[in-house]
């Protein structure tokens, strides 16, 4: 049982210790679904709420442009010593705050403005950063963007070094954060040999299974990984970039001085606790339960007749095209709100309605695998969903399988 430690806030500031509590609660009430979420352990909640929150460390360790840093100096080098051995990485910058910047960074250093690149299009699966037209990142560069396979629904590498070949790109990104199969690295970094285009990753949401050593790590052979160190490998709210030594330089100077000022010297510290846990052998287990439960919850959707994106998921998350249960995702993220399980609205590849208005839903399993559950409430779950979704305009029915989430909450609650 985990705590969160707020004894003296309760006194002081009765609102903020109310509002903390309540959503303890909502978090120990519901199934969270979200797959970019997880539940971090009392030693990183911890490490987050410690006196490192005090400093500022401009710079990097052992060079800062302010005294007293001789202890954050070790507790960064400790992170970094730690996501090197956890990635195999020659080289390892722990400051960026969170996802956008990091890969806002490795375009900084690697790219002039206007400079071509090559990433997934946000509906099929990318991020805003991977060169959106209203982020900066298709703003500042001449983003070409590539997609799935219309039949499969998959990642077609041939198409994709096809239109590397066309465009010509300086950059191909790979690494998404609404695409449940398995990427094949080894191929992306053939094709960006063929056209000499720097090669690089963004890993946010499986980072925890290539940690956990599911899937292939492509930190040795890659120019630049990025990832985000909250989603599955379950660390504190923030991000870094791992990346081959002769990169590191420019690398580093786009992190500090060229984007951000001091570094969070607690979630630092707070990344070093959980990448040391990552190191753990539990982890593996871990990492290969949340695809396990992912693959039983994808399995008991499709046998309810939801339409699941690819036919299933190798990962941590599954789309499901809930038009093929006469719903909108939106109507089904809202459902869902009322039975306690929490998901996030979501477009499927080839959607002809928008990010606000798209055809289905994302779920992912890292947050119910760490509550311990295994695939025997991954299945039960599934059912949750499905009835709720078969029945979204039945109050009572919803009601109904609200108490029965609540019910299978109660076995799992995880802090005191
Ligand atoms: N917001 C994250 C996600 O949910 O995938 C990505 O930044």
């Known amino acids: 049982m985990y705590k969160q430690h707020l004894d003296y806030l309760k006194d002081q500031d009765s609102k903020v210790f109310e509002l903390l509590e309540k959503e303890k609660e909502r978090q120990m009430e519901g199934i969270e679904l979200i797959a970019s979420e997880n539940v971090v352990s009392q030693g990183v909640l911890e490490a987050m709420g410690s006196v490192a929150t005090n400093k500022y460390s401009e710079g990097y360790p052992h060079k800062r442009y302010y005294g007293g840093n001789d202890v954050i100096d070790e507790i960064e ?32 250093a690697m790219l002039e403005l206007k400079d071509t690149a090559l990433g997934m299009k946000l509906t099929e699966g990318g991020h805003l950063t991977h060169g959106h037209k209203v982020n900066f990142s298709g703003k500042l560069y001449n983003f070409e963007q590539y997609g799935v396979d219309k039949e499969t629904e998959r990642l077609d590498y041939d198409a994709i070094a096809e239109q590397a070949a066309k465009v010509k790109p300086k950059l191909i990104l790979s690494g998404y954060t609404a695409y449940p199969r398995e990427i094949d690295f080894k191929r992306f970094r053939k094709i960006c040999d063929e056209v000499n285009a720097f090669c690089m990753a963004d890993v946010a949401h499986i980072a925890g299974l290539i940690a956990g050593g599911v899937h292939e790590n492509p930190v040795p052979y890659f120019d630049a990984v990025t990832t985000t160190t909250h989603k599955s490998l379950r660390g504190p709210r923030g991000a870094m970039i791992m990346c081959k030594e002769e990169f590191a330089e420019k690398i580093d100077k786009a992190v500090f001085p060229g984007l951000q000022g001091g570094p969070h010297d607690h979630i630092n510290a707070a990344k070093a606790v959980a990448f040391g846990e990552a190191l753990e052998p539990s982890f593996k287990d871990y990492a290969q339960q949340i695809v396990k439960n992912a693959q039983a919850l994808a399995k008991t959707l499709s046998d309810n007749g939801l339409r699941v994106v690819s036919g299933g998921t190798d990962n941590h998350l599954i789309l499901a095209d809930v038009t093929s249960i006469g719903l909108r995702g939106k109507e089904a993220e809202t459902t869902l709100d009322k039975v306690g399980i929490y998901c996030n609205k979501n477009t499927v590849p080839f959607d002809t309605g928008s990010p606000w208005d798209p055809s289905g839903i994302r779920l992912g399993t890292p947050v119910l695998t760490t509550r311990g559950m295994k695939e025997k409430e991954s299945e039960q779950i599934g059912m949750f969903i499905s009835e709720a979704l078969k029945n979204s305009k039945d109050d009572a029915k919803l009601e109904e399988i609200k108490k029965q989430t609540l019910e299978l909450c109660k076995q799992f609650r995880f802090y005191e």
Do not use: W
Not at 81 to 99: C, I, M, T, W
């Open 77 to 108: 080098d400790l992170a970094i010593d730690r996501a090197k051995q956890l990635f195999n990485a020659e080289h390892v910058n722990v400051q960026p705050l969170s996802g956008s910047p990091a890969n806002m960074a490795v375009y900084f």
